[in-house]
């Protein structure tokens, strides 16, 4: 049995796999933004081992987040499910980040720098990375014309980068980044072709399973399949590059092993 956290877990994939994972047996702690959403998902997943809350677009709210969740006790595996797209992630926030850029990327570098470190790590990309920007100068979309399938599509690529560098840094965290397709959620639509059980099978399995492929690391991986993710993503170079941005946004450091 293992003890799951999974961000944006009140709707959508996130829901799903904390369903499917609580099925299994596992221990799942859920997250939603703010204490109204909390009361709905406590009444609709009563079994859930806790639901902490707070909004992924400000640091502060996450840093806090991140401690409501080690005061629980150390997870097992952190699925980091949330994210943006679209309008959705128009704006600045109170803090002076793009609210895309804030969900999508600076709120799980700062969850992983801040909780205590799981065996395993499951961060959501997207096949749209493909077309990502892959500059690190401009992350926070200060200086560029706002774009918002650009800054989607950028997001998911330095996630992917992210947990690449991830996996190379910390040899003891199987670290690892899906995309789950094109689903039928409330962001991808009544049209699209990947039913939600399919959507969330791949990061739930590598969240918990012990199979052997799934207890590997720095993978990028669609429909249980372990691909090849754009060339960017894999390189240590732009890692690196990416996670010294990343700390000059945050203010926060994830170190090197050993």
């Known amino acids: 049995m293992a003890r799951i956290f999974i961000t944006g877990s009140s709707t959508g994939l996130g829901l799903?796999?904390?369903?499917?994972?609580?099925?299994?047996?596992?221990?799942?702690?859920?997250?939603?933004?703010?204490?109204?959403?909390?009361?709905a998902l406590a009444a609709q997943?009563?079994?859930?081992?806790?639901?902490?809350?707070?909004?992924?677009?400000?640091?502060?709210e996450t840093r806090d987040l991140a401690d409501a969740v080690n005061a629980i006790g150390r997870m097992d595996a952190v699925i980091h499910n949330a994210g943006l797209h679209g309008a959705s992630g128009r704006g600045r926030t109170v803090e002076g980040h793009s609210v895309m850029t804030a969900v999508n990327l600076?709120?799980?570098?700062?969850?992983?720098?801040?909780?205590?470190?799981?065996?395993?790590?499951?961060?959501?990309?997207s096949g749209l990375h493909r077309g990502g920007n892959a500059g690190v100068d401009d992350l926070d979309w200060t200086r560029r014309r706002w774009q918002p399938e650009q800054a989607y599509a950028d997001s998911k690529l330095q996630i992917v980068a992210f947990a690449m560098a991830i996996a190379r840094r910390w040899r003891d965290v199987l670290s690892n980044a899906?995309?789950?397709?094109w689903v039928r959620t409330?962001?991808?639509?009544?049209?699209?072709?990947?039913?939600?059980?399919?959507?969330?099978?791949?990061?739930?399995?590598?969240?918990?399973?012990?199979?052997?492929?799934?207890?590997?690391?720095?993978?990028?991986?669609?429909?249980?399949?372990?691909?090849?993710?754009?060339?960017?993503?894999a390189s240590a170079d732009h890692g690196d590059r990416l996670l010294t941005?990343?700390?000059?946004?945050?203010?926060?450091?994830?170190?090197?092993?050993?």
């Not at 941005?245 to 050993?258: E, F, P, W």
């Open 178 to 181: 899906v995309d789950p397709g």
């Open 186 to 233: 409330r962001m991808g639509g009544a049209s699209a072709p990947v039913d939600i059980a399919t959507g969330q099978a791949t990061q739930s399995w590598l969240a918990a399973s012990n199979d052997e492929a799934a207890r590997t690391s720095g993978g990028y991986w669609h429909a249980m399949r372990r691909e090849e993710p754009a060339v960017p993503a």
């Open 16 to 39: 799903a796999a904390a369903q499917s994972l609580l099925a299994g047996g596992h221990d799942v702690v859920l997250h939603a933004r703010n204490a109204e959403r909390a009361a």
């Open 106 to 125: 600076l709120a799980p570098y700062v969850l992983t720098a801040c909780i205590e470190r799981p065996e395993r790590l499951v961060y959501m990309s």
């Open 45 to 60: 997943v009563p079994q859930a081992l806790a639901i902490v809350t707070g909004d992924l677009s400000l640091l502060s």
């Open 245 to 258: 941005a990343l700390q000059a946004l945050t203010g926060m450091t994830i170190g090197i092993d050993g």
